[in-house]
Every structure is written in structure tokens, then in C-alpha cells.
């Protein structure tokens, strides 16, 4: 029942003293007042409840957590990878396969049949002091098909008999007369641009020639290696010594034949190291791995040697020329400016071969690969390499004309320059494979025992079909990757 008097009145009432006046004054007395609130639970903490022991098991249906308090999780006791060991397994190539079936009758790529016409659609297999070299030059990709078969092979297709012949009459050529073979494949993806620029490096290795190769120009422009400038260029240069230290190590490897050719340039004093008389040019190679602080002044030197008369042939190789001319690379300039790709002086240097400021006296190859799996969007290289190749006749008979300038887009004048018409480049596009092509190779992934089905006409039509052509790629997807 509610009061009849109201609290304040009431606390009012009692604070007031008694105006009585033979009673003194009490001292006032106040009262703790609370302000007035219909929700009491708010103002003091619920007492806590009382654990009574028993466990309760959660409904039939009902997901529950238990989350034991004061135990502290179990560690990760696996080992952290070692610096370097993810990439080396990403890169990581398998060449050869035990459980795969050995092809019987197969013959090895050889200096007499690699221009040889009657072994045009017939798979070739790699010597192994050829595949330890091309180990050496990097030239095997991982996202080639090594390793599902015991040894690894190549198919000789039109393009690499014509690339045979091509070697072995420029090996044949008098010193004076031989001649520089400027070219760069182009074709879409998966047409075997890597593989024909592979079996380049292979050819010339039989014939003895110097090869030097730029494996992946990603790898040079995405700014993971060390860089620093180097003094007194103008315009401003860089050199990335730790790459070049990894270059100068593979060479004595990938050119056994440096150990037979002494160095024979006088030596200059502005050498960071005196250069010991009549050294081979491995050991010279081996010198400048040493140390990086001397890997670029070393490499000179031994480029300077490598074009003095009386030298073997050079090939010179790059893959994935779009990183290669992209404006911009990883790597910063002081002015916080990222530095275009020809300031790098490993590029620059290369692309002064390809663009003909400078010839290979001794004759040679300088031969580049575009990549369509992975590669930026260079406008100027696909407008430079369109008026170099002309109009285009695919397999269909359709003629796709080469690309005009845009007046609205700038174009990088230093890719222009390097790619100008009537210097002297060749751009060889690479199609499908033809049925004969296409049914040679698709026999040797039978006798390997990737195919299970007998390989007969119907087969190899339609697979070609499929494949967009012959491309090779899409035809290995479809006939030994792609299970129904």
C-alpha cells in the first residue's frame, strides 16, 4: 500500500530545526536519498551465482564451446621454412619421372639431325650434359610437363628444324663473315615460345656456342634484389650486383668450353682486383662470383673478351621481354621515382645487342620470348612488334592487319627506338602444331603412358580441335591432364 506522505516532505520536514524556543537547536540531520528509478538490477551488480557442480550437457542439436581457462594452448612445434626455401620450392624442377615408362627407339637431339627434315614431328631427348647446361642458364620452367615422363624430351616441329638450319650455316661461316640474327617470338598463350627458345639454346650448345641468358626479366624489374647506381652515369644508371653475381656463377657451368679460353685483354688499372696472366675465362667468371662489390667490372671484362676475335658464336637470351620494357619498375630512384627498366644496366645492356647499337663481331644470335601468362600491358612493345610483323594470316586464312597509333596514348620512345623499323628484327609468330605434329607428340605421351587410348585419327582430330588449333598447351591439357 502506498504511503499517504510524500519521501520529500518528509526528508524536508526532518532537516528543519525546531523553532521552539526553550529547546535549543539540534544539529540538521540529512538523509541519503537515491533517485527515484524502476530498473534496481542497473544500479548494483548481480550477486554471482553459485557453481553447483554438475555438468550440463547441451541439447541434443545445440553446438557448444569449451574454452578451458588457465591452460595455455599447445606451441606449433613445426619447423618455420629457412629464408629462400618456399621460393626454391616454387621453383622447383623435376625432370625426369621413375614410375613413368621408358619410350623405346628414342632418339637424342644431336648436332647431324637437328636439321634433319625427317625427324620433323618425332619427340627428341635431351643429352644429359645438354640438360645439366641448360640447368645452368635456367632454362626449364616450372610450369612445364617435366616432370611426368622419365626423360625429358622435345618435339621438333617445322619452327625448330628451321631453327637448326639456321645455327649450323652460321656456324659454317667464316669468322669475318658472320652474321647477328636479331628475333623475338610471339604467339598466344601456351604456343611454345619458352620451348622454341629452349631448343635455341640447346641447338647452340651442340655447336659449342657461348650462351648467356636472361631467364625471367620479371625477376629482373620486380625489385627483389639489390640495386645501387652506378657513379658517374649520365643519365642515371644502376647495377644489381647480387643478380649478376648469380649470372657470373652459372657461366663456367653452362659453357664448359670457358675453360679452354684464356683471357688475352691488356688489364686497366681501374680494376677493384689485379687479374692474374693467361687466366681462363671460367676462372674469370668464378672471380667475379666471389665478390659483388666486383661482379659488374668482372663482367665486362669477360663480355669484352667473349666478342674479341676469334671467339665462338654468342647467344644471347631473354624471356618475357613485356617486364623487360615496362616504364616502371620495383626499385626507386632518389627522387622517389620508380626507375624505368633500360636504367638497369643488365637490360641495358642487352637491349643495346637487340636494337643494334651494338653487333656480335664473331656472329651469334640475340633472340627474345613476349609472354602471355604473365605480363604487364606494354602499349608501346605491342605497337612496335605489330609494325615490325606487318599483317597478320592466322591457320583460318584470316589476315588481321597491324595495329595504328593511338594519337591519344603516350608511347615510350626508348621501346620505339629499341624495336624501329630497319634495324634488322625478326618477329617470328608461333601457331599450332599440324595433325602430323599434333599425332607425333600425342604418340610419345602414349608410350610414356599418359594415353590410354589407342591414338588414332578420330583421336588426334578431335583433340586438335579441341586444343584451339594445335596449341600446344591446350593440347596437353586436353589429352593427358584433363580426366572425364
Not at 624430351?153 to 658472320?178: F, Q, W, Y
Amino acid at each position: 500500500m502506498p504511503s499517504s506522505i510524500c519521501w520529500k516532505c518528509l526528508s524536508t520536514t526532518l532537516t528543519q530545526p525546531l523553532r521552539h524556543g526553550s529547546i535549543k537547536p539540534r544539529i540538521p540531520i540529512y538523509l541519503p536519498t537515491l533517485a527515484f528509478s524502476t530498473t534496481p538490477s542497473f544500479q548494483l551488480p548481480l550477486p554471482a551465482k553459485k557453481s553447483s557442480g554438475v555438468k550440463v550437457t547441451p541439447k541434443k542439436g545445440t553446438k557448444s564451446l569449451v574454452i578451458k581457462k588457465g591452460k595455455m594452448q599447445a606451441e606449433n612445434r613445426a619447423r618455420r621454412p629457412a629464408p629462400g626455401e618456399r621460393k626454391a620450392l616454387r621453383k622447383r624442377i623435376v625432370l625426369s619421372n621413375v614410375n613413368a615408362l621408358e619410350v623405346q627407339g628414342m632418339q637424342n637431339i644431336e648436332v647431324e639431325n637437328m636439321y634433319d627434315r625427317r625427324v620433323e614431328g618425332q619427340v627428341l631427348r635431351l643429352p644429359g650434359p645438354i640438360v645439366d647446361q641448360l640447368r645452368a642458364v635456367e632454362a626449364f620452367k616450372p610450369t612445364q610437363s617435366w616432370g611426368l615422363f622419365q626423360s625429358p624430351g622435345t618435339l621438333m616441329r617445322r619452327e625448330s628444324v628451321d631453327m637448326g638450319k639456321l645455327i649450323a650455316d652460321m656456324s659454317g661461316e667464316e669468322g669475318g663473315s658472320r652474321r647477328t640474327v636479331k628475333r623475338v617470338l610471339v604467339g598466344e598463350k601456351g604456343s611454345g615460345k619458352s620451348m622454341m627458345l629452349l631448343q635455341a639454346m640447346t641447338m647452340a650448345f651442340l655447336k659449342g656456342w657461348t650462351v648467356i641468358n636472361l631467364p625471367e626479366a620479371q625477376d629482373i624489374t620486380m625489385g627483389h634484389t639489390s640495386y645501387q647506381p652506378l657513379p658517374s652515369s649520365s643519365p642515371p644508371s644502376y647495377i644489381q650486383p647480387a643478380y649478376l653475381t648469380n649470372l657470373l656463377r652459372n657461366l663456367p657451368t653452362a659453357n664448359p668450353h670457358l675453360e679452354r679460353l684464356q683471357f688475352t685483354q691488356p688489364t686497366s688499372s681501374d680494376l677493384p682486383i689485379p687479374i692474374p696472366p693467361n687466366i681462363s675465362l671460367a676462372r674469370l667468371a668464378s672471380l667475379g662470383a666471389s665478390d659483388p662489390e666486383i661482379a659488374y667490372p668482372i663482367f665486362n671484362l669477360l663480355v669484352t673478351e667473349l666478342l674479341s676475335p676469334g671467339r665462338p658464336p654468342v647467344f644471347l637470351g631473354l624471356d618475357g621481354l613485356a617486364h623487360a620494357m615496362q616504364p616502371g619498375t620495383g626499385y626507386t630512384a632518389p627522387n622517389l621515382k620508380p626507375i624505368h627498366s633500360y636504367d638497369l644496366m643488365i637490360l641495358q645492356w642487352y637491349f643495346k645487342f637487340l636494337g643494334g647499337q651494338r653487333r656480335l663481331p664473331n656472329g651469334g644470335i640475340v633472340m627474345a620470348a613476349t609472354s602471355q601468362s604473365n605480363a604487364p600491358k606494354v602499349p608501346s612493345l605491342d605497337l612496335a612488334l605489330s609494325e615490325l610483323e606487318g599483317s597478320v594470316v592466322t591457320r583460318a586464312g584470316q589476315t588481321v592487319p597491324k595495329k595504328e597509333r593511338n594519337p591519344f596514348m603516350r608511347y615510350d620512345e626508348r621501346v620505339m627506338e629499341t624495336l624501329k623499323l630497319g634495324r634488322g628484327i625478326q618477329v617470328q609468330r608461333l601457331q599450332g602444331l599440324n595433325k602430323e605434329e599434333a599425332r607425333g607428340l600425342m604418340e610419345y605421351w602414349a608410350k610414356s603412358g599418359m594415353v590410354r587410348e589407342r591414338v588414332s585419327e578420330g583421336l588426334v582430330a578431335e583433340k586438335w580441335a579441341v586444343s584451339g588449333g594445335g596449341v600446344v598447351g591446350e593440347l596437353e591439357r586436353a589429352v593427358i591432364r584433363m580426366r572425364v
